[in-house]
């Protein structure tokens, strides 16, 4: 019996299949993963507009977009503002933050926003900018050959089975 393909693979299927070229799917994923990070809330909104400004794939920015999702952003938000605090010259400890970006996640309101402080805020963002340069770049690449082995590895197997079909001549 054959197993059901899970999302994972089924979005990673979508992606190779995109009918753009991979330097475009590329450069969808780059905006994706970039808007990803910059913004805490409505990253999709940021994504698709950007993948248009550097004609990108705009179905794989807004799939890329979900590296930062629910169940990362415990992770990744209090990660971001510690690289973050070191960029803005003014670390802080990975503790604090913690338990600041926890507070806020569990109860987003203005008064858990204002205990944030400014601070964190700035290396909210200095962190953000920073880790979608690096993951923009680096998913653009990365996408990019992944899409071009993809495709060329379906021609072989494509060209495989029509060789296999063919009868030998004597």
Not at 15 to 31: C, D, F, K, N
Not at 58 to 68: D, E, K, P, Q
Not at 132 to 148: D, K, P, Q, S
């Amino acid at each position: 019996m054959r197993k059901r393909p899970g999302r994972s693979l089924k979005l990673y299927l979508r992606l190779m299949r995109h009918p753009g070229t991979p330097e475009s799917v590329g450069r969808g994923v780059a905006a994706g993963l970039f808007s990803a990070f910059i913004i805490p809330v409505g990253h999709m909104l940021l994504a698709f507009p950007l993948a248009m400004l550097v004609r990108g794939a705009r179905g794989a920015a807004v799939l890329s977009t979900w590296i930062v999702n629910p169940l990362s952003m415990p992770v990744v938000y209090p990660v971001q503002c510690y690289l973050g605090s070191f960029v803005i010259g003014r670390p802080l400890s990975y503790a604090l933050i913690k338990q600041l970006v926890f507070n806020f996640h569990r109860n987003p309101s203005m008064k858990t926003a204002g205990e944030l402080g400014g601070e964190l805020i700035a290396s909210f963002f200095a962190g953000g900018l920073l880790l979608g340069i690096v993951l923009a770049v680096v998913g653009y690449f990365c996408t990019a050959e992944m899409v071009r082995r993809y495709r060329a590895r379906r021609i072989r197997r494509k060209q495989s089975r029509i060789n296999r079909r063919k009868p030998e001549e004597y």
